[in-house]
Structure formats: C-alpha cells, structure tokens
C-alpha cells in the first residue's frame, strides 16, 4: 500500500500544527465559532447532535493492521469504544472533545493518516473497488490512478471553495462495486486495442434531494491527462455551479440544466486551454506511486474448488462453512488465494457499519495472520481481508466467528446499509438505527435469508442520503412530519452496472410499521417469484403495484376498521 513520503508526512504534520493552535484559541475564546467552524471541517470535524464526530479518511479503502491498531486505540482512549465504517470508505468517531481533537490527529499522523477534506465543499475522499488489485474481473488495478489524484486534489488552492462538496470514485474492473454513476464524478479505467490505459469519464451523478445517474461526458481519455481533463471540469462547475441555493448547488444540477452535451462541450473548451501546459501526470510519477502497489508475496499454490475447499471443515461444521464460504469468499486472481469480507452487520447489536475496539485490534491481528497485514473497507460498510490462502480459510472462519464477524449475510436483506441518523447526525430528521434492528430482528432466520438470495436494503436519516437508499433494492428514508419521525419506502434501485435509482411507493410509515411493511413486500416477492429470480428481477418483472399493494395493506385494513367503528358510534349517537 502506498507510503508516505516527506513531502506528505511534512504536510500533514504542519496540519495538525496548525489545528492545534486553531482549537487553542477557539477554547480561550480568541477565534469565535463561525471563524471556527470552516477550519474544523477542512480538518473533519462536525459538530453533531450530542457531541463532536471526526471523519477520518481512508483513501480508497486501503488499510494496513497498524493502521487499525491506531483506529482501535483512538475508539477506546478519545471514544466510547468503537468506530463507524461508512458508505464512503471513513471512519467516524462520534462521541471525540474537541480539546482531545489535535491529539488523535497526531496520533492518525502517525500512521499516516488524516481527515483532510473529509468535509467541507472540497474534493471528498476519493473511492474505490474494495477487491483493486485482486478482483478476478479486474482490467486494470485503480490504486495507482487513486493515488494521483488524491495528491493532485488535496489541498488544490483553486478547489477547496467549490459550490458544494465533489465525490469521485474509480474503477477498473468489469463489475462496478463503487456506484460509480452515483458521484459527481465517475471514472471507469480501461485498457484500449493498443493496451494503453484510458479513462471514461461520468459526470453529474449523485443522491441526495434529487438522485441523478452520472452521464458518459468524455471516453477514452488517456491516463495521463486526467489532471488537466479534470481541472477543465472542476472549472466549469466552479464558474457555473449554483451559489444561491444550497439544495441546487451539486454538479448534478448544472449537469442537468445544461445537459451533458453541453456540459461536456464547455469542458472540452476549457480543456484546450489547460493542454497547452504541463498539467499532466507523467510516467516516473507512475512509477514513483505504482511501486507501492506490487503483489504481496504469494505462494505457488494450486487453486483449489469449492468442494475441496468445503472439505477442510470437520463433519460438523460442514454446512455452516459452505454457507459462509458461498456469501462472504470471493474468487482472486491469483490461485490459491481468495478474498474474505467480515461482516460488520451482526443481528440486533451494533450497528451497521459499527467496529468495537476488540474487534478492530482482533482484525489487525487476522490481517497480519492471514492477509499480509492489508485489509480494506467496503461500500457496504464491511472489511475486507484481501489474500487468504484457501487453505486456510477453515482457521479464518473459526477465528472470525470468535470475534463475531462471520455471519454469513453479505448480500443478504439484512446486510443492511445504514446511516448514523438521528442518534448522532444533527441533520437527520429519523433514526436509522432502531429501523435497521428492527428489521434485522425480524428476518433472522440465516435459512430464510439464504432463500430469498440477494436483496440491497439501504436506510437513510434523512434526505442528503448517507445511506445510499435510492440504490437499495429497497430504500427507507427518514422524514420529519409535524415533529414526528416517518419513513418512507423506495423499491426498485439498484447499484452496480445496471444502476438504477428507486422509486417511492406512496406515503410514509410510522417506525413501529416498517417490519411489517417489510414482511408485505418480501413475502409478495416469495408468492410472485419464478425460479432462480431475484428480487429486482421479479420486481422489474412485475412492477410496483402488488408491492405497493402489500406495503399498504395493514394500513388499508386499519383503515377500514377504523371507518367501520367510527360508522357504528355515529349510529349509536344517532339512536
């Protein structure tokens, strides 16, 4: 993984510096809060519903155990004993002081960390495939391409007051396991007929009040222009993008009021400008940032099938392995080898995403036994261990069920997406945590999920989307009536090369309704399902209307008896 070198770890040490000061005069009352409060969030910090939350960055996912190691400490030592994986590859802290702030910086500086534009109206931390590098569909590995424009973009003088905040994600493999289409940018790297890598570049894409997929704007562009291409684009939305208006000041807006045609034309025209200079990576940058990305040292093995994989548990443990092996083991590139995702959605405990400080330094400790000290951190708020031996993968699974992390779910209805919501978030209008649980407690049946196969459900707090619901299969969002907390049910989305976005079924529900709103739609699917269909598919197949029909139909049913009883008193007062 890549490693810092001077000029980095110069920076971000006069980073924390600089905060520390900062936080000082904030606390003796020197510098006011609104002077504040953009030179938190340059650095991570919000201030939440209870208390202060970091953001710390984990560019593209990739984490060494160390790394974890600092992140467990820093749960137990500034936090209540855990850490929240989000959909965005970060971590948050969300109970940190602010007095004790500079101090974890330090500590992230050690390791070679930060929360650098991790907020803020800036280019965010810049996502990828969890499996780059091993993916057995990958074209190219990202990483690289990753790395280069995370130094390009940290600290750009000229984007770091953009109209609202700007989210890339890169891939490079045949499936897209980033929601590519669902940023601002979108980067899918390949390689042409002559073998030279290329970009297509997707604009305008995002979630949030007014969810749009990304439109193709510019194809096969070389690698080595990106920074250039991209800075004629960053320049058009900072010329054009809207500053009167919060809600409308997304790229996605200025895309759609354009069209992507147009868009990508003033681009190309600010393009030409910049080509003219030397805005361009260039090969020994490659080669300085490549060289950390090599193959870890894998053993000649031979591949082995799943049944003979199957083969190493005792009699016993069997069925129960298969299962884990079937949802949480990916195929690798490399024979012998495969990728393993832990599960971090254990029923009706912590929270989707939540990693305690036992579990953190356990997983260092699995990382470094079993996959070359390197994991990773998924969209769907799991981890990732990247290069397991297939033979070991039996001593994996014992090992990861003892620190609860083996629920084999991944994929599954209750592999849940979630945000913090309104238990911590200041902007949330619902909690999204008990929804999650609730509906975690009610489909807890492994054999049952098993069946009903692969189902995306994503739970948001509020509109700004966090928790990607407009790309569940099944979405609920959080919304405030009257001061009431409601939720409202998206079906039909999708992420992934066939991406989609959700529609809502009709009006909200109230939080004690959304496990039987779930059992409707979910027992609708088993009822109209053909073979081998997933839930998508037979909704696609169907359409919304017997969903809608069996979401509503307690609700109806209620409704009815309330009429009936209300006509009986009107008789009644009429005698």
Not at 70 to 85: C, P, Q, V
Not at 261 to 282: M, P
Not at 293 to 319: C, I, M, R, S
Not at 356 to 364: H, P, V
């Amino acid at each position: 993984m890549y490693k810092y070198d001077r000029i980095d770890q110069t920076l971000v040490d006069q980073r924390v510096a600089q905060f520390r000061d900062q936080v000082a005069r904030r606390l003796n009352g020197t510098l006011a809060e609104e002077e504040f409060r953009p030179l938190r969030l340059q650095n991570g910090l919000y201030h939440q519903r209870h208390a202060y939350m970091l953001r710390v960055a984990i560019p593209y996912g990739l984490l060494s155990a160390n790394q974890l190691r600092t992140l467990a400490n820093i749960s137990e030592k500034y936090d209540r004993g855990y850490g929240h994986f989000t959909t965005r590859q970060n971590i948050q802290f969300n109970w940190v002081t602010l007095e004790d702030t500079p101090n974890i910086l330090a500590d992230l500086a050690k390791v070679e960390m930060h929360a650098i534009q991790t907020s803020g109206n800036c280019i965010r931390n810049i996502t990828s495939d969890a499996f780059a590098g091993v993916a057995a569909d990958e074209y190219i590995d990202p990483r690289p391409v990753c790395e280069l424009l995370r130094q390009w973009s940290t600290l750009h003088p000229e984007f770091a007051h953009l109209p609202r905040k700007f989210k890339f994600a890169i891939n490079g493999a045949k499936e897209d396991r980033t929601v590519l289409l669902c940023h601002d940018v979108g980067i899918e790297l390949k390689k042409n007929t002559n073998n030279e890598l290329t970009a297509d570049i997707y604009a305008g894409g995002g979630m949030g009040r007014t969810p749009i997929l990304g439109s193709l704007v510019k194809q096969g562009l070389p690698w080595n222009v990106l920074p250039s291409y991209l800075t004629a684009l960053l320049r058009v939305y900072n010329r054009f993008g809207r500053r009167d208006n919060l809600y409308k000041a997304r790229i996605k807006i200025l895309v759609k009021a354009l069209g992507p045609e147009e868009f990508a034309r003033q681009v190309e025209v600010e393009w030409l400008h910049i080509q003219k200079g030397d805005d361009h990576f260039t090969q020994a940058e490659w080669d300085r940032v490549a060289q950390h990305f090599t193959k870890p040292a894998y053993q000649n093995l031979v591949g082995l099938a799943d049944d003979q994989v199957v083969e190493l548990a005792p009699e016993a443990d069997k069925v129960a392995f298969k299962r884990w092996l079937e949802r949480n083991v990916k195929a690798h590139q490399v024979p012998g080898y495969a990728s393993v995702i832990l599960s971090l959605k254990l029923h009706g405990t912590l929270a989707p995403g939540d990693a305690t400080t036992a579990q953190m330094n356990a997983i260092a400790n699995l990382a470094d036994q079993y996959s070359f000290g390197e994991l990773r951190v998924t969209h769907e708020q799991n981890l990732v261990l990247a290069d397991v031996e297939q033979a070991k993968l039996f001593a994996l699974w014992q090992a990861a069920k003892a620190q609860r992390v083996a629920l084999p779910n991944i994929g599954l209805l209750t592999d849940i997406i979630a945000c913090p919501g309104g238990d911590f978030c200041s902007l949330a209008n619902a909690k999204s945590l008990p929804i999650a649980k609730a509906i975690q407690e009610r489909f807890d049946d492994l054999d049952y999920l098993f069946d009903l196969g692969d189902i995306s459900l994503n739970i948001s707090g509020c509109i700004n989307s966090c928790g990607h619901h407009h790309v569940g299969n099944i979405g609920v969002l959080g919304v405030d009536k009257d001061g009431e907390e409601w939720y409202q049910i998206t079906l039909g989305g999708e992420q992934g090369n066939d991406a989609t976005i959700g529609k809502v079924i009709g009006p909200s529900f109230y939080a004690d309704e959304i496990p039987d709103v779930m059992s409707n739609i979910i027992n609708t699917y088993v009822e109209q399902r053909s073979a081998d269909e997933s839930f998508i598919q037979t909704y696609r197949r169907l359409g919304v209307t017997p969903f809608k029909e069996a979401a509503y139909q307690d609700k109806n049913e209620n409704s009815k008896k309330k009429n009936a009883a209300d006509g009986r008193v009107a008789a009644e007062s009429a005698l």
